[in-house]
Protein backbone atom coordinates (compact mmCIF):
# COMPACT_ATOMS: atom_id res chain seq x y z
CA UNK A 1 0.00 0.00 0.00
CA UNK A 2 1.17 3.43 -1.19
CA UNK A 3 0.30 6.56 1.27
CA UNK A 4 0.80 10.06 0.35
CA UNK A 5 0.33 13.82 0.82
CA UNK A 6 -1.17 16.01 -0.86
CA UNK A 7 -1.57 19.23 0.09
CA UNK A 8 -2.28 21.28 -3.25
CA UNK A 9 -5.54 20.07 -2.72
CA UNK A 10 -6.40 22.00 0.73
CA UNK A 11 -3.38 24.88 -0.39
CA UNK A 12 -1.62 23.51 2.28
CA UNK A 13 2.26 23.62 2.01
CA UNK A 14 3.41 21.04 5.23
CA UNK A 15 6.45 21.53 6.63
CA UNK A 16 9.14 18.42 5.75
CA UNK A 17 8.79 16.25 9.09
CA UNK A 18 9.43 12.33 10.14
CA UNK A 19 6.83 10.59 11.20
CA UNK A 20 7.50 7.73 13.60
CA UNK A 21 10.65 7.07 11.24
CA UNK A 22 8.57 7.69 8.00
CA UNK A 23 9.65 10.40 5.56
CA UNK A 24 6.55 13.20 5.16
CA UNK A 25 7.18 15.37 2.09
CA UNK A 26 4.76 17.10 -0.41
CA UNK A 27 3.67 14.40 -3.28
CA UNK A 28 6.79 11.66 -1.77
CA UNK A 29 5.87 8.65 -0.68
CA UNK A 30 5.58 7.83 2.72
CA UNK A 31 6.38 4.31 3.20
CA UNK A 32 5.09 0.78 1.79
CA UNK A 33 3.34 0.18 4.65
CA UNK A 34 2.19 -3.87 5.32
CA UNK A 35 -1.02 -4.17 7.95
CA UNK A 36 1.52 -5.37 10.79
CA UNK A 37 3.83 -1.83 10.16
CA UNK A 38 0.09 -0.18 10.27
CA UNK A 39 -0.25 -1.49 13.53
CA UNK A 40 2.46 -0.73 15.16
CA UNK A 41 2.23 2.63 14.19
CA UNK A 42 -1.83 3.03 15.22
CA UNK A 43 -1.05 1.19 18.60
CA UNK A 44 2.38 3.17 19.56
CA UNK A 45 0.31 6.42 21.28
CA UNK A 46 2.90 8.97 20.49
CA UNK A 47 1.19 12.45 19.68
CA UNK A 48 2.94 13.05 16.01
CA UNK A 49 2.04 9.48 14.78
CA UNK A 50 -1.07 9.47 12.02
CA UNK A 51 -4.30 8.78 13.37
CA UNK A 52 -6.53 5.86 12.93
CA UNK A 53 -9.03 7.65 11.12
CA UNK A 54 -6.15 8.25 8.70
CA UNK A 55 -4.82 4.72 8.17
CA UNK A 56 -8.11 3.31 8.39
CA UNK A 57 -9.14 5.12 5.60
CA UNK A 58 -6.32 4.38 3.36
CA UNK A 59 -6.78 0.72 3.73
CA UNK A 60 -10.18 0.76 2.56
CA UNK A 61 -9.46 3.16 -0.26
CA UNK A 62 -7.05 1.09 -1.90
CA UNK A 63 -7.90 3.10 -5.17
CA UNK A 64 -7.58 6.29 -3.89
CA UNK A 65 -4.50 6.84 -1.79
CA UNK A 66 -4.43 10.75 -1.54
CA UNK A 67 -4.59 12.24 1.59
CA UNK A 68 -4.08 15.77 3.11
CA UNK A 69 -1.82 16.44 5.29
CA UNK A 70 -4.47 19.42 7.19
CA UNK A 71 -6.60 16.33 7.30
CA UNK A 72 -4.28 14.05 9.08
CA UNK A 73 -3.63 17.15 11.51
CA UNK A 74 -7.22 17.73 12.31
CA UNK A 75 -7.77 13.93 13.35
CA UNK A 76 -5.01 13.94 15.54
CA UNK A 77 -6.70 17.01 17.14
CA UNK A 78 -10.02 15.38 17.71
CA UNK A 79 -8.68 12.67 19.77
CA UNK A 80 -7.46 14.92 21.83
CA UNK A 81 -10.26 17.14 22.47
CA UNK A 82 -10.13 19.68 25.58
CA UNK A 83 -13.47 21.43 25.68
CA UNK A 84 -15.62 19.64 27.49
CA UNK A 85 -18.68 21.43 25.93
CA UNK A 86 -18.29 18.92 23.32
CA UNK A 87 -21.18 17.08 21.18
CA UNK A 88 -20.10 14.16 22.40
CA UNK A 89 -20.52 15.17 26.27
CA UNK A 90 -23.08 16.62 25.58
CA UNK A 91 -25.52 13.65 24.13
CA UNK A 92 -23.94 11.28 25.96
CA UNK A 93 -25.24 13.42 29.64
CA UNK A 94 -28.52 13.39 27.76
CA UNK A 95 -28.36 9.82 27.59
CA UNK A 96 -27.26 9.19 31.26
CA UNK A 97 -30.21 11.82 32.05
CA UNK A 98 -32.55 9.29 30.29
CA UNK A 99 -31.02 6.68 31.84
CA UNK A 100 -31.17 7.87 36.16
CA UNK A 101 -34.87 8.90 34.58
CA UNK A 102 -35.70 5.37 34.14
CA UNK A 103 -33.82 3.70 36.73
CA UNK A 104 -35.19 5.62 39.54
CA UNK A 105 -38.95 5.83 38.25
CA UNK A 106 -40.12 3.00 39.25
CA UNK A 107 -39.20 3.83 42.79
CA UNK A 108 -41.50 6.92 42.36
CA UNK A 109 -44.49 5.21 40.87
CA UNK A 110 -43.92 1.77 42.17
CA UNK A 111 -46.87 2.05 44.86
CA UNK A 112 -49.42 3.76 42.57
CA UNK A 113 -48.72 1.19 39.39
CA UNK A 114 -49.13 -1.97 42.09
CA UNK A 115 -52.21 -0.57 43.36
CA UNK A 116 -53.26 -0.04 39.83
CA UNK A 117 -52.74 -4.06 39.32
CA UNK A 118 -54.02 -5.08 42.70
CA UNK A 119 -50.91 -5.81 44.39
CA UNK A 120 -50.41 -3.00 46.52
CA UNK A 121 -52.05 -2.69 50.26
CA UNK A 122 -50.27 -4.90 53.00
CA UNK A 123 -46.99 -6.64 52.08
CA UNK A 124 -46.63 -4.68 48.85
CA UNK A 125 -42.83 -3.55 50.33
CA UNK A 126 -41.98 -7.47 49.41
CA UNK A 127 -43.75 -6.87 45.54
CA UNK A 128 -41.50 -3.82 45.16
CA UNK A 129 -38.02 -5.35 46.13
CA UNK A 130 -39.18 -8.07 44.03
CA UNK A 131 -39.08 -5.72 40.46
CA UNK A 132 -36.70 -3.61 41.35
CA UNK A 133 -34.17 -6.50 41.99
CA UNK A 134 -35.27 -7.79 38.59
CA UNK A 135 -34.77 -4.59 36.80
CA UNK A 136 -31.20 -4.73 38.59
CA UNK A 137 -30.50 -8.12 37.60
CA UNK A 138 -31.38 -7.18 34.10
CA UNK A 139 -28.58 -4.30 34.12
CA UNK A 140 -26.15 -7.08 35.78
CA UNK A 141 -26.43 -9.25 33.16
CA UNK A 142 -27.08 -6.26 30.60
CA UNK A 143 -23.75 -5.11 31.71
CA UNK A 144 -21.74 -8.12 30.54
CA UNK A 145 -23.26 -8.00 27.07
CA UNK A 146 -22.95 -4.69 26.37
CA UNK A 147 -19.62 -4.56 27.54
CA UNK A 148 -18.49 -7.16 25.33
CA UNK A 149 -20.27 -5.76 22.33
CA UNK A 150 -19.02 -2.40 22.97
CA UNK A 151 -15.15 -4.10 22.80
CA UNK A 152 -16.03 -5.99 19.47
CA UNK A 153 -18.29 -4.24 17.31
CA UNK A 154 -17.53 -0.66 18.66
CA UNK A 155 -18.56 1.66 21.80
CA UNK A 156 -21.38 3.24 19.17
CA UNK A 157 -23.65 0.12 18.50
CA UNK A 158 -24.23 -0.37 22.51
CA UNK A 159 -24.57 3.35 22.66
CA UNK A 160 -27.88 3.08 19.90
CA UNK A 161 -28.68 -0.91 20.65
CA UNK A 162 -29.11 0.08 24.45
CA UNK A 163 -31.12 3.05 24.66
CA UNK A 164 -33.41 1.26 21.63
CA UNK A 165 -34.10 -1.49 23.77
CA UNK A 166 -34.89 0.76 27.15
CA UNK A 167 -37.25 3.12 25.23
CA UNK A 168 -39.64 0.36 23.74
CA UNK A 169 -39.17 -1.29 27.23
CA UNK A 170 -40.77 2.12 28.97
CA UNK A 171 -43.60 2.47 26.73
CA UNK A 172 -44.32 -1.27 27.22
CA UNK A 173 -44.32 -1.28 31.01
CA UNK A 174 -47.21 1.29 30.66
CA UNK A 175 -49.40 -1.47 29.36
CA UNK A 176 -48.49 -4.31 31.86
CA UNK A 177 -51.44 -5.86 33.67
CA UNK A 178 -50.05 -8.65 36.31
CA UNK A 179 -47.10 -9.31 38.23
CA UNK A 180 -45.11 -11.34 35.55
CA UNK A 181 -45.44 -8.74 32.67
CA UNK A 182 -44.17 -6.01 35.02
CA UNK A 183 -41.50 -8.14 35.85
CA UNK A 184 -40.34 -9.29 32.49
CA UNK A 185 -40.15 -5.07 31.21
CA UNK A 186 -38.63 -4.37 34.05
CA UNK A 187 -35.74 -6.60 33.18
CA UNK A 188 -35.80 -5.82 29.64
CA UNK A 189 -35.74 -2.15 30.46
CA UNK A 190 -32.57 -3.18 32.63
CA UNK A 191 -30.90 -5.13 30.22
CA UNK A 192 -31.37 -1.91 28.09
CA UNK A 193 -29.96 0.73 30.63
CA UNK A 194 -27.27 -1.08 31.20
CA UNK A 195 -25.44 0.05 28.26
CA UNK A 196 -25.75 3.56 28.54
CA UNK A 197 -23.18 5.01 31.07
CA UNK A 198 -20.71 2.83 30.56
CA UNK A 199 -20.80 2.94 26.76
CA UNK A 200 -20.48 6.88 27.02
CA UNK A 201 -17.82 7.21 29.35
CA UNK A 202 -15.48 5.19 27.23
CA UNK A 203 -16.21 6.88 24.90
CA UNK A 204 -15.38 10.52 26.48
CA UNK A 205 -12.46 9.39 28.54
CA UNK A 206 -10.84 7.66 24.75
CA UNK A 207 -11.72 10.87 23.16
CA UNK A 208 -10.89 14.02 25.09
CA UNK A 209 -7.49 14.94 26.36
CA UNK A 210 -5.88 13.03 29.48
CA UNK A 211 -6.20 16.65 31.77
CA UNK A 212 -9.85 17.21 30.92
CA UNK A 213 -11.77 14.38 30.32
CA UNK A 214 -12.30 14.52 34.35
CA UNK A 215 -14.31 17.65 33.49
CA UNK A 216 -16.30 15.20 30.86
CA UNK A 217 -17.42 12.67 32.84
CA UNK A 218 -18.46 15.45 35.42
CA UNK A 219 -20.82 17.04 33.40
CA UNK A 220 -22.37 13.57 32.37
CA UNK A 221 -22.99 12.57 35.59
CA UNK A 222 -24.03 15.64 37.13
CA UNK A 223 -26.72 16.50 34.67
CA UNK A 224 -27.74 13.32 34.46
CA UNK A 225 -28.26 12.36 37.68
CA UNK A 226 -31.31 15.44 37.67
CA UNK A 227 -33.20 12.58 35.44
CA UNK A 228 -34.36 11.43 39.06
CA UNK A 229 -35.14 15.13 39.60
CA UNK A 230 -37.23 15.03 36.48
CA UNK A 231 -38.54 11.48 37.13
CA UNK A 232 -40.19 12.28 40.94
CA UNK A 233 -41.60 15.61 39.12
CA UNK A 234 -43.50 13.57 36.27
CA UNK A 235 -44.57 10.87 38.08
CA UNK A 236 -46.28 13.34 40.68
CA UNK A 237 -47.63 15.29 37.88
CA UNK A 238 -48.66 12.15 35.42
CA UNK A 239 -52.20 12.18 35.95
CA UNK A 240 -52.35 15.62 34.61
CA UNK A 241 -50.57 14.69 31.44
CA UNK A 242 -52.32 11.72 30.77
CA UNK A 243 -55.68 13.60 31.15
CA UNK A 244 -54.82 15.72 28.69
CA UNK A 245 -54.05 13.57 26.43
CA UNK A 246 -57.18 11.44 27.55
CA UNK A 247 -59.37 15.04 26.54
CA UNK A 248 -57.74 15.69 23.19
CA UNK A 249 -57.17 11.54 21.89
CA UNK A 250 -59.21 9.85 23.54
CA UNK A 251 -57.29 7.50 25.35
CA UNK A 252 -57.59 5.99 28.92
CA UNK A 253 -54.01 6.64 30.35
CA UNK A 254 -53.84 7.58 34.26
CA UNK A 255 -50.45 8.83 35.41
CA UNK A 256 -47.90 6.63 36.22
CA UNK A 257 -48.56 4.86 32.51
CA UNK A 258 -48.22 8.58 31.17
CA UNK A 259 -44.78 8.84 33.34
CA UNK A 260 -43.58 5.61 31.34
CA UNK A 261 -44.66 6.51 27.96
CA UNK A 262 -42.68 10.13 28.63
CA UNK A 263 -39.47 8.02 28.84
CA UNK A 264 -39.48 5.95 25.94
CA UNK A 265 -40.35 8.83 24.14
CA UNK A 266 -37.32 10.84 25.69
CA UNK A 267 -35.37 7.69 24.84
CA UNK A 268 -36.32 7.77 21.15
CA UNK A 269 -35.63 11.77 20.53
CA UNK A 270 -32.26 10.88 21.76
CA UNK A 271 -31.79 8.25 19.61
CA UNK A 272 -32.19 10.57 16.49
CA UNK A 273 -29.48 13.07 17.97
CA UNK A 274 -26.61 10.46 18.08
CA UNK A 275 -26.91 10.09 14.74
CA UNK A 276 -24.30 12.66 14.59
CA UNK A 277 -21.99 10.86 16.90
CA UNK A 278 -18.25 9.24 15.73
CA UNK A 279 -16.49 5.96 16.94
CA UNK A 280 -13.60 6.20 19.20
CA UNK A 281 -10.01 6.53 17.61
CA UNK A 282 -8.58 4.26 20.56
CA UNK A 283 -10.97 1.82 19.70
CA UNK A 284 -10.10 1.91 16.03
CA UNK A 285 -6.53 1.19 16.54
CA UNK A 286 -6.96 -1.85 18.54
CA UNK A 287 -9.93 -2.74 16.43
CA UNK A 288 -7.40 -2.78 13.68
CA UNK A 289 -4.49 -4.57 15.40
CA UNK A 290 -6.59 -7.91 15.56
CA UNK A 291 -5.59 -8.56 19.29
CA UNK A 292 -8.14 -10.07 22.13
CA UNK A 293 -11.02 -7.61 22.74
CA UNK A 294 -14.21 -7.97 24.88
CA UNK A 295 -12.77 -11.42 26.50
CA UNK A 296 -14.85 -10.57 29.94
CA UNK A 297 -13.13 -14.08 31.38
CA UNK A 298 -10.05 -12.79 30.76
CA UNK A 299 -10.48 -10.29 33.88
CA UNK A 300 -10.38 -13.51 35.94
CA UNK A 301 -6.80 -14.57 33.81
CA UNK A 302 -5.34 -13.08 36.45
CA UNK A 303 -5.07 -12.40 40.61
CA UNK A 304 -3.75 -8.92 40.04
CA UNK A 305 -6.48 -8.35 37.34
CA UNK A 306 -9.07 -9.70 39.38
CA UNK A 307 -7.99 -8.02 42.00
CA UNK A 308 -8.45 -4.59 40.38
CA UNK A 309 -11.57 -5.55 38.83
CA UNK A 310 -13.17 -6.33 42.09
CA UNK A 311 -11.73 -3.62 43.99
CA UNK A 312 -13.63 -0.69 40.87
CA UNK A 313 -16.59 -2.80 42.28
CA UNK A 314 -16.42 -2.62 45.83
CA UNK A 315 -15.70 1.44 45.10
CA UNK A 316 -19.12 2.11 44.28
CA UNK A 317 -21.40 -0.25 46.73
CA UNK A 318 -21.98 2.35 49.51
CA UNK A 319 -23.46 4.58 46.30
CA UNK A 320 -26.29 2.13 46.12
CA UNK A 321 -26.43 0.89 49.44
CA UNK A 322 -27.76 4.66 50.39
CA UNK A 323 -29.84 5.33 47.36
CA UNK A 324 -31.41 1.62 47.21
CA UNK A 325 -31.79 1.23 51.01
CA UNK A 326 -31.63 4.16 53.44
CA UNK A 327 -33.17 6.24 50.35
CA UNK A 328 -35.93 3.72 48.32
CA UNK A 329 -36.87 1.75 51.66
CA UNK A 330 -37.22 5.21 54.08
CA UNK A 331 -40.86 4.90 54.75
CA UNK A 332 -39.93 1.55 56.75
CA UNK A 333 -36.72 3.23 58.18
CA UNK A 334 -39.00 6.77 59.24
CA UNK A 335 -41.59 5.02 60.67
CA UNK A 336 -38.95 3.08 63.01
CA UNK A 337 -36.96 6.56 63.55
CA UNK A 338 -40.85 8.34 64.64
CA UNK A 339 -40.66 10.23 61.52
CA UNK A 340 -44.18 11.09 59.43
CA UNK A 341 -45.63 12.27 56.15
CA UNK A 342 -42.06 10.64 54.33
CA UNK A 343 -42.67 10.43 50.70
CA UNK A 344 -40.15 8.10 48.93
CA UNK A 345 -40.39 9.79 45.50
CA UNK A 346 -39.36 13.17 47.51
CA UNK A 347 -36.79 11.58 49.42
CA UNK A 348 -35.02 10.25 46.55
CA UNK A 349 -35.90 13.79 44.59
CA UNK A 350 -33.74 15.39 47.33
CA UNK A 351 -31.11 12.40 46.96
CA UNK A 352 -30.40 12.97 43.42
CA UNK A 353 -30.13 16.68 43.61
CA UNK A 354 -27.30 16.19 46.07
CA UNK A 355 -26.08 13.35 44.46
CA UNK A 356 -25.60 15.67 41.00
CA UNK A 357 -24.19 18.78 42.94
CA UNK A 358 -21.55 16.35 44.74
CA UNK A 359 -20.62 15.27 41.32
CA UNK A 360 -19.93 18.68 40.20
CA UNK A 361 -18.22 19.59 43.19
CA UNK A 362 -16.21 16.03 43.26
CA UNK A 363 -15.34 16.63 39.82
CA UNK A 364 -13.76 19.85 40.39
CA UNK A 365 -11.70 18.83 43.38
CA UNK A 366 -10.16 16.19 41.58
CA UNK A 367 -8.98 18.33 38.64
CA UNK A 368 -7.86 20.64 41.49
CA UNK A 369 -5.90 18.12 43.38
CA UNK A 370 -5.45 16.27 39.98
CA UNK A 371 -6.03 12.74 42.33
CA UNK A 372 -9.11 11.04 42.03
CA UNK A 373 -8.46 8.46 44.85
CA UNK A 374 -8.43 11.34 47.86
CA UNK A 375 -11.34 13.00 46.50
CA UNK A 376 -13.18 9.27 46.78
CA UNK A 377 -11.50 8.68 50.21
CA UNK A 378 -12.76 12.13 51.60
CA UNK A 379 -16.45 10.88 50.46
CA UNK A 380 -16.30 7.48 52.05
CA UNK A 381 -15.29 8.90 55.29
CA UNK A 382 -18.17 12.23 55.18
CA UNK A 383 -21.03 9.44 54.28
CA UNK A 384 -20.29 7.00 57.27
CA UNK A 385 -20.49 9.88 59.18
CA UNK A 386 -23.94 10.86 57.72
CA UNK A 387 -25.40 7.21 57.67
CA UNK A 388 -24.93 7.52 61.15
CA UNK A 389 -26.67 10.93 61.72
CA UNK A 390 -29.18 9.82 59.28
CA UNK A 391 -29.90 6.20 61.01
CA UNK A 392 -30.04 7.70 64.89
CA UNK A 393 -31.27 11.51 64.24
CA UNK A 394 -31.33 13.74 67.28
CA UNK A 395 -34.95 15.52 65.84
CA UNK A 396 -38.24 13.80 64.04
CA UNK A 397 -38.50 16.47 61.76
CA UNK A 398 -39.64 15.74 58.03
CA UNK A 399 -37.58 18.39 56.77
CA UNK A 400 -34.67 17.94 58.35
CA UNK A 401 -34.81 14.19 56.94
CA UNK A 402 -34.95 15.27 53.38
CA UNK A 403 -32.46 17.56 54.09
CA UNK A 404 -29.93 14.73 55.27
CA UNK A 405 -31.32 12.59 52.16
CA UNK A 406 -29.56 15.40 50.01
CA UNK A 407 -26.46 15.51 52.24
CA UNK A 408 -26.73 11.98 51.68
CA UNK A 409 -27.04 12.08 48.08
CA UNK A 410 -23.88 14.72 47.97
CA UNK A 411 -21.79 12.62 49.52
CA UNK A 412 -22.34 9.38 47.74
CA UNK A 413 -21.23 11.82 44.64
CA UNK A 414 -18.73 10.40 43.50
CA UNK A 415 -20.40 7.43 40.74
CA UNK A 416 -18.66 9.95 38.45
CA UNK A 417 -15.18 9.47 39.12
CA UNK A 418 -15.83 5.50 40.43
CA UNK A 419 -16.45 4.56 36.70
CA UNK A 420 -13.54 7.16 35.57
CA UNK A 421 -11.34 5.35 37.79
CA UNK A 422 -13.18 1.84 36.55
CA UNK A 423 -12.60 2.93 32.99
CA UNK A 424 -8.96 4.38 33.62
CA UNK A 425 -7.80 1.04 35.12
CA UNK A 426 -7.97 -0.82 31.69
CA UNK A 427 -6.64 -1.43 28.17
CA UNK A 428 -8.64 -0.46 25.08
CA UNK A 429 -9.10 -3.78 24.10
CA UNK A 430 -11.05 -4.38 27.35
CA UNK A 431 -12.30 -1.37 28.58
CA UNK A 432 -15.94 -1.03 27.47
CA UNK A 433 -16.42 -4.80 28.97
CA UNK A 434 -15.14 -3.32 32.70
CA UNK A 435 -16.78 0.64 32.27
CA UNK A 436 -20.10 -1.37 31.56
CA UNK A 437 -19.93 -4.30 33.68
CA UNK A 438 -18.55 -2.42 36.94
CA UNK A 439 -21.17 0.14 37.65
CA UNK A 440 -23.57 -2.28 36.37
CA UNK A 441 -22.35 -4.97 38.86
CA UNK A 442 -22.81 -2.04 41.61
CA UNK A 443 -26.20 -1.10 40.46
CA UNK A 444 -26.92 -4.84 40.08
CA UNK A 445 -25.66 -5.12 43.92
CA UNK A 446 -28.56 -3.63 45.04
CA UNK A 447 -30.01 -6.88 45.35
CA UNK A 448 -27.80 -8.80 47.57
CA UNK A 449 -27.47 -5.37 49.63
CA UNK A 450 -31.86 -5.58 49.90
CA UNK A 451 -31.87 -9.32 50.62
CA UNK A 452 -28.92 -9.29 53.17
CA UNK A 453 -31.12 -6.26 54.41
CA UNK A 454 -34.23 -8.59 55.02
CA UNK A 455 -32.40 -11.39 56.20
CA UNK A 456 -30.49 -9.57 59.46
CA UNK A 457 -34.06 -7.79 60.15
CA UNK A 458 -35.39 -10.91 62.37
CA UNK A 459 -32.42 -10.77 64.41
CA UNK A 460 -33.42 -7.50 65.93
CA UNK A 461 -37.37 -8.79 66.17
CA UNK A 462 -37.30 -7.74 69.92
CA UNK A 463 -35.98 -4.47 69.37
CA UNK A 464 -38.61 -1.24 68.20
CA UNK A 465 -35.33 -0.47 65.52
CA UNK A 466 -35.04 -3.88 63.69
CA UNK A 467 -34.90 -1.85 60.27
CA UNK A 468 -32.59 0.41 61.38
CA UNK A 469 -29.66 -1.83 62.90
CA UNK A 470 -30.21 -4.17 60.10
CA UNK A 471 -29.48 -1.08 57.27
CA UNK A 472 -26.85 0.10 59.64
CA UNK A 473 -24.92 -3.64 59.79
CA UNK A 474 -25.28 -3.41 55.94
CA UNK A 475 -23.57 -0.05 55.97
CA UNK A 476 -20.67 -1.55 57.54
CA UNK A 477 -19.72 -4.42 55.04
CA UNK A 478 -20.44 -1.66 52.15
CA UNK A 479 -18.15 0.64 53.46
CA UNK A 480 -15.71 -1.89 54.39
CA UNK A 481 -15.62 -3.22 51.29
CA UNK A 482 -15.38 0.57 49.48
CA UNK A 483 -12.11 1.42 51.56
CA UNK A 484 -10.45 -1.84 50.93
CA UNK A 485 -11.27 -1.16 47.09
CA UNK A 486 -10.54 2.78 46.72
CA UNK A 487 -7.39 1.88 48.74
CA UNK A 488 -6.28 -1.07 46.45
CA UNK A 489 -6.32 0.69 42.60
CA UNK A 490 -3.47 2.82 41.21
CA UNK A 491 -4.22 6.33 40.81
CA UNK A 492 -5.25 7.26 37.50
CA UNK A 493 -5.52 10.98 36.95
CA UNK A 494 -4.14 12.33 33.90
CA UNK A 495 -2.82 8.48 32.72
CA UNK A 496 -2.74 7.61 29.15
CA UNK A 497 -5.11 5.13 28.24
CA UNK A 498 -3.62 4.05 24.04
CA UNK A 499 -2.92 0.58 25.55
CA UNK A 500 -3.82 -2.84 25.32
CA UNK A 501 -4.22 -4.94 28.72
CA UNK A 502 -2.14 -7.72 28.43
CA UNK A 503 -4.55 -10.77 29.96
Known sequence: MLLLCKAESEGFEPPDREVNGFQDRRDRPLCQLSGGEINRILLSGKKNDFSSEFLLRERRLKDSNYFTFA????????????????????VASLGYFVDIYDLILFNVV???????????????????????????????????????????KGRLSVLFGSILLYSAANIANAFVGDMTSYATVRFIAGLGLAGELGAGITLVVETMSA??????????VTFGALGAV?????????????NYLNEHLGTHLVGWQMAYIVGGVLGLFLLLLRLGTIESGMYQRVKSAHVSRGNFFSLFSSKQIFVKYISCIFIGLPIWYIIGVLVALSIGLTAEMGIEGAVTGTAIMYAYIGLSAGDLLSGLLSQYFKSRKKVVIGYLISSIVLVFIYLFPLTKSLSVFYF????????????????TIASEQFGTNIRSTVTN???NFVRGAVVPITLLYKALEPMFTGSEHAKVYS?????VVCFGLALFGILSVKETFSKQLNYIEEC
Request: glycine share 16%; charged share 15%; hydrophobic share 50%.
Open 71 to 90: SCVLIMKEEGLKNPFNLLVI
Open 110 to 152: KKESLEALGLGGVGHEGNEIFLFNCQMIGMLTGGILWGILGDK
Open 211 to 220: ETRGYGTMLI
Open 230 to 242: FASIVGKEGAFFA
Open 404 to 419: LCFMLGAATGYWALFV
Open 437 to 439: TVP
Open 471 to 475: ALLVG
